[in-house]
């Protein structure tokens, strides 16, 4: 047996009613909500200055992925909104009046043409996505043979690249250049990455320039970066890989062809000897004598120990450190996470960046090329601050060895109980190394 509003208690008949308006008012604020979301505008506030935002593309990579979820949002917001809508207003159409006496409205069932309708349409538009989807998936993975050829490699928790600059094949060839922390590109150039991994599964991203992909142990999956204008560009490795997963991020500097080509000149150089007497021949013997020695290669310094039989893939899971030949033409370290240059605070010019803020990424200016870094200087509180008590400064399983086949392991740095003195002669050693 039914009832008609007029038979409710009030309270229930009031209720109904207030309920009915805020469902109407949900569907108008939710549509109104997904409309402003879909301005970059009201995202960002107007700013550009977000480093991992997917909605501000620097290269054709980049650009194509943004072409592609562009059309695909605007055809789920008028799916949305039409489905919100609708249901916004057959709640308001057919509401519960107090005046209407019927105990029911008319009762309908089925409409062939409409169910056919609401079937072909959802299909057709699901086959057109799909197929745009397709065809931008092989534009990013078709092969690059004039491409400049790197491999990308991550371990915990930092990544390291190997340029085949001879374009044999191998990246491990005289004349190939291994740096770490940095990716340096030229703008206008496409660049094929060949991504793996030396212990557990990371993710390589950098947003402003291309989608992510998987960095997986034994395996090489091809990706493809190319930046459309000179700058810097971050990134974040996106697959959980361990205690300091979120201080492993990534670095793209792009610039011009002929500062590449001259950055590359440099990283084929043996590393620079330091004056007799100085400091930082001082830090350049801490350093031979120290552990650190048998991980950090220094090209020319401690090839033999470092590939020894205690050398680092007797010391660390991923079997490899950051190749320390040329840190000083880097601006980040530590997986870019912290600035090893920031603006020289004695000159009244303002050149842009903070040291200390790790946002804004150290710029190495023309030490990048093994030059002169001015009008910024060396940060050497950022270094020291590392070389005192790395765990401290990035957790990491660095106390506690990992036993691995037998063999305990390291990940990470661990404290060396280095003495001040020893820690100034090394960030002296270091500044030489551009």
Same mark, same amino acid.
């Given at each position: 047996?039914?009832?008609?509003?007029?038979?409710?208690?009030?309270?229930?008949?009031?209720?109904?009613?207030?309920?009915?308006?805020?469902?109407?008012?949900?569907?108008?604020?939710?549509?109104?909500?997904?409309?402003?979301?879909?301005?970059?505008?009201?995202?960002w506030g107007g700013r550009t200055s977000h480093q991992l935002t997917t909605l501000d593309p620097k290269g054709s990579f980049a650009q194509s992925i943004q072409d592609l979820v562009n059309p695909v949002f605007a055809v789920a917001a008028v799916v949305f909104v039409g489905v919100i809508g609708g249901i916004g207003f057959i709640a308001w159409k057919f509401r519960d009046k107090d005046e209407d006496d019927d105990h029911f409205p008319v009762q309908l069932?089925?409409?062939?043409?409409?169910?056919?309708?609401?079937?072909?349409?959802?299909?057709?538009?699901?086959?057109?996505?799909?197929?745009?989807?397709?065809?931008?998936?092989?534009?990013?993975n078709k092969p690059a043979p004039e491409a400049i050829q790197v491999e990308v490699y991550g371990q915990q928790w930092w990544w390291g690249f190997h340029y085949d600059v001879d374009h044999d094949g191998s990246f491990t060839s005289p004349g190939d250049v291994t740096t770490a922390t940095e990716l340096i590109i030229p703008v206008g150039r496409e660049v094929e990455l060949h991504v793996t991994s030396n212990d557990v599964i990371h993710s390589f991203w950098i947003p402003a320039l291309n989608g992510k992909?998987?960095?997986?142990?034994?395996?090489?999956?091809?990706?493809?970066?190319?930046?459309?204008?000179?700058?810097?560009?971050?990134?974040?490795?996106?697959?959980?890989?361990?205690?300091?997963?979120?201080?492993?991020?990534?670095?793209?500097?792009?610039?011009?062809?002929?500062?590449?080509? %001259? *950055?590359?000149? &440099?990283?084929? /150089?043996?590393?620079?000897?330091? $004056?007799?007497?100085?400091?930082?021949?001082? +830090?350049?013997?801490?350093?031979?004598?120290?552990?650190?020695?048998?991980?950090?290669?220094?090209?020319?310094?401690?090839?033999?120990?470092?590939?020894?039989?205690?050398?680092?893939?007797?010391?660390?899971?991923?079997?490899?450190?950051?190749?320390?030949?040329?840190?000083?033409?880097?601006?980040?370290?530590?997986?870019?996470i912290f600035n090893i240059y920031g603006p020289d605070p004695s000159t009244e010019a303002d050149p842009g960046g903070d040291a200390a803020d790790v946002s804004l990424p150290g710029n190495?200016?023309?030490?990048?090329?093994?030059?002169?870094?001015?009008?910024?200087?060396?940060?050497?509180?950022?270094?020291? %601050? *590392?070389?005192? &008590?790395?765990? /401290?400064?990035?957790?990491?399983? $660095?106390?506690?060895?990992?036993?691995?086949? +037998?063999?305990?392991l390291l990940r990470g740095m661990p404290n060396l109980n280095l003495s001040e003195t020893q820690i100034d002669q090394l960030v002296a050693y270091l500044k030489t190394l551009k």
């Open positions: 047996m039914s009832s008609s509003p007029q038979d409710l208690p009030p309270r229930i008949s009031a209720f109904r009613k207030w309920l009915q308006r805020v469902l109407v008012a949900l569907v108008i604020f939710t549509i109104t909500l997904v409309f402003l979301l879909m301005t970059k505008e009201f995202i069932h089925g409409k062939t043409s409409f169910e056919i309708g609401w079937t072909l349409l959802p299909a057709v538009v699901l086959a057109a996505v799909g197929v745009f989807t397709v065809l931008t998936l092989i534009d990013l992909r998987d960095a997986v142990p034994g395996q090489n999956h091809p990706w493809k970066l190319e930046a459309s204008e000179p700058g810097v560009y971050r990134g974040q490795c996106t697959e959980f890989c361990g205690l300091s997963h979120a201080n492993m991020r990534m670095l793209v500097r792009a610039v011009p062809q002929d500062e590449y080509d %001259a *950055w590359v000149a &440099n990283q084929q /150089k043996t590393a620079v000897e330091p $004056a007799k007497g100085s400091e930082a021949e001082l +830090g350049k013997n801490v350093f031979l004598g120290q552990l650190c020695s048998s991980c950090h290669l220094i090209n020319g310094v401690n090839n033999e120990k470092v590939e020894g039989e205690k050398g680092v893939k007797a010391q660390l899971v991923s079997g490899i450190a950051p190749d320390l030949t040329h840190f000083a033409t880097r601006g980040t370290f530590a997986g870019s190495p200016g023309g030490a990048l090329v093994g030059g002169d870094s001015a009008p910024y200087v060396f940060n050497d509180p950022a270094v020291e %601050a *590392w070389l005192r &008590n790395p765990p /401290k400064m990035k957790p990491a399983y $660095a106390i506690t060895p990992t036993v691995v086949a +037998g063999v305990p």
